[in-house]
């Protein structure tokens, strides 16, 4: 009995063996097929989610620089990417570049090397600028963003005014609502932005207006800021801070910061003071109007634009004791990093020196004064300046209302009407074509355009902020004004002539003047033909004919489709015009064209109808041909061989007959009269192509649409001298004008106009109708309609 129950245990134990062998087996099976599943998953995962140039173990560093040189350069050629080296940072621009790089460097060193040296460098470029701006104990806060000074300037002005703001937040403003005065001339968006970044409601943003009676249009006024001031107090909130400019961002001019600072103290304001004018205050002379923004409590320097170092931080300058505050306020900071900030403007106002600082500031304050005594001699053009002697901006514009200076530059007596809205508009337009026309030809100079409240469009030059950069000499300013002389003449003949452009357009039928004031040129046309009916469709194919052929002609107008967007659809604009400018024979030239191309295309389309009834009729005539054939010849002679015997014993002489399809009427002829004359005839000869009825005579030389001036000493010497060639020569002074078919004609023709007049179609028995020009080839207009 226990033999057989150890025999029974040890086949359970086997068998339990086997299955739990098998068992290993099956999930050593299903691991293996879970990693090969995880593995492909991973595979899949690394091809497709991970992006190209992080695959793999990564990429050269030449690699890398010919990618960013790429993205740099994209697909510009070699000649603009020469352009492009010339406006490089120079050696002392490697100054500010190296800091950068010394930043990161340094910023891996232990944390009391690290304390030191930041500390050392903060302190030094600190009393450097303090010294040089005349800011005399004052601290620094270094920011990318030059709009970054002035929003910690607010946070540290409501921290000092509000004592619980620190712990009550919001609901301390709340029961007293800051109020911060800002210019009507500041930078756009400026208040907004300040509103967004400390929480604060619009209403917190007050906008002082600038003078409307005395006083520049571009300082903020006064007295009106006195009684907003009031208004304010009365209402029950508290006025913290005033931002004013030594320089507006548009014109260049300084508020009366003296009478602002005033203000500021008898209500307990904080005043800050921006502006490119600031710059002139490491000069020896320094305006009085600048001077006084010494006396602010803040102020901020973009060093960068003016000195041309690139990539280096903005500075704002300010007063304050308690540097807790200041801390608050995020003008300081414990993070020794955040203090290396100054380590480009530290290496570079070192190697700049204080020689090399004050010469960019009065090289390019020279550059202002240079390009504004050029003005005051220039008609038509009236400049927007605080001071004649010293001022950093210049804005200038073309404006018709200005008088003519004679050579002792007293003002004529010719007095011009005010502008109207139209008018004014049309003058913003032209001066935005001036101002990209000067910043085109002369790049160096750094001219842009301004849109001010009362001047309109304008052009501004402000080389302490280009001039560093782009590398502006004196004569890129000589440059300037010669090309400026070049297109004022330009301008006045364009808007003395758009009038009687336009009347000349409205006078001609066919001719649409479109009015578009924001188009800086003689004006807008539309052909719209003599049929009113056209379609959009055929007005556009019209149109683009009209202007591909205005286009081929000889003459020193620019015509084109307008502007990229926002142009009217199927019109021809013309661009500048000249003094010299025959304006009736521009338009009657431009309807001429018009009435030539809309005959061609009408001729055509019922060419193609008249070809399609006539191959209809001849098929018809063919048919009846045959039918006719088959009645002469007999039932006999069809049948094959019956036929064939008979035709060799009695022979059938059939009469050729055929016709011939005249395109001109339009109707089948018959071909008795070719056959019997042995020629084919010319058939009725189609209207003259409508041309100009002006065809007046030109000089050599002398291009299209511009009057004859026989008296004049205009043409040059050349053109005297290829005249009389051509008379040695024996040929015509003037070019022959006849047309084709005439006397005179270099090739006589029996046909004129743009399409063959004539052709032949033989309709003999069996064959189909062929048509065929006057000199006996294939029709081109067959072809192209069969």
Known sequence: MEGAREEKGKMVDS???EMGKNLNEAMKLLEDNQRKVEEENEKKYTRKDIPGPLQGSGQDMVSILQLVQNLMHGD????????????????????????????????????????????????????????LFRFENGSAYYHEDDRDGILKICRLVIHSR???????????????????????????????????????????????????????????????????????IESGKLPILLVANAGTPGAGHTDK??????????????????????????????????????????????????????????????????????????????????????????????????????ERIKHASQLSQRLL?????????????????????????FSPEYPHKDSDHMLQTTQIPPMTGNERYICDTFNQWLGDQLAQLVPASGVDIVELEDEGTCVRFSPLMTSAVLGTEVQ?????????????????CTLQLRDEFEQEVRRTTSLTFVEDLSW?????????????????????????????????????????????????KNCIYIGMATEDLDVSELVETIAATGREIEENSRLLENMTEVVRKGIEEAQVQLQKANEERLLEEGLLRQIPVVGSVLNWFSPFHASPKGQTFNLTAGSLESTESTYASK????????????????????????????????????????SSVSHIDDLDRGEPRWPSASPVGQEGSPEPAEQSGPLATETAMETPAGKPPTLVGANGTQSEQEVSLR
């Open 520 to 568: 800086p040129g003689l004006g807008v046309i539309r052909y719209e033909g003599q049929n009113e009916d056209k379609q959009e469709k055929d007005l556009e194919k019209i149109n683009s004919g009209l202007l591909k052929k205005l286009n081929e002609l000889e003459s020193d107008l620019v015509f084109s489709l307008g502007p990229e967007f926002g142009g009217e």
């Open 373 to 397: 005594e050029n003005l005051k001699n220039q008609d038509f053009i009236k400049t927007s300046v605080e001071d004649e002697l010293s001022s950093p901006v210049v804005v200038f514009k």
């Open 15 to 17: 068998a339990l063996a």
């Open 76 to 131: 510009e050629d070699e000649e603009s990417r020469q352009s492009y080296r010339l406006q490089n940072v120079g050696e002392k621009g490697h100054m500010a570049l190296l800091g950068h790089s010394l930043a990161a460097y340094i910023s891996v060193l232990d944390r009391e090397r690290l304390r030191k040296l930041t500390t050392r460098i903060l302190s030094d470029t600190t009393l450097w600028l303090c010294r």
């Open 162 to 232: 509000y004592e619980d703001y620190a712990t009550e937040g919001f609901n301390v403003l709340y029961t007293k609502q800051p109020v911060i005065y800002i210019s009507s001339a500041a930078r756009s968006g400026l208040g907004q932005s300040l509103c967004n970044q400390l929480g604060l409601p619009l209403s917190c943003m007050c906008h002082v207006p600038c003078n409307t009676m005395f006083g520049s249009q571009h300082q903020m006024d006064v007295a009106l800021l006195d009684r907003l001031i009031k208004d304010d």
């Open 476 to 492: 890129d300013v000589d440059q300037l004004v010669d090309c400026l002389k070049m297109k004022v003449p330009v301008l006045t």
């Open 257 to 358: 910061l003296g009478r602002l600072k005033e203000l500021c103290e008898q209500y307990s304001m904080w005043l800050h003071v921006e502006g490119v004018n600031l710059a002139t205050l490491a000069l020896g002379y320094v305006s009085s109007s600048v001077l006084t923004a010494t006396k602010c409590d803040s102020m901020t320097l973009t060093l960068g634009p003016w000195l041309g170092l690139p990539a280096v931080p903005a500075v704002t300058l300010y007063r304050h004791e308690d540097p807790s505050l200041s801390l608050a306020a995020g003008l300081t900071s414990s993070q020794a990093v955040d203090k290396l900030r100054a380590l480009p403007l530290w290496l570079s106002l070192q190697y700049l020196g204080h020689n090399g600082i004050v």
């Open 679 to 718: 020629a084919q005839g010319s058939g009725t000869t189609p209207p003259p192509t409508p041309t100009s009825s002006r065809n007046k005579q030109r000089y050599p030389g002398q291009k299209r649409f511009r009057r004859s001036l026989r008296n004049s000493d205009t043409f040059s010497e050349t």
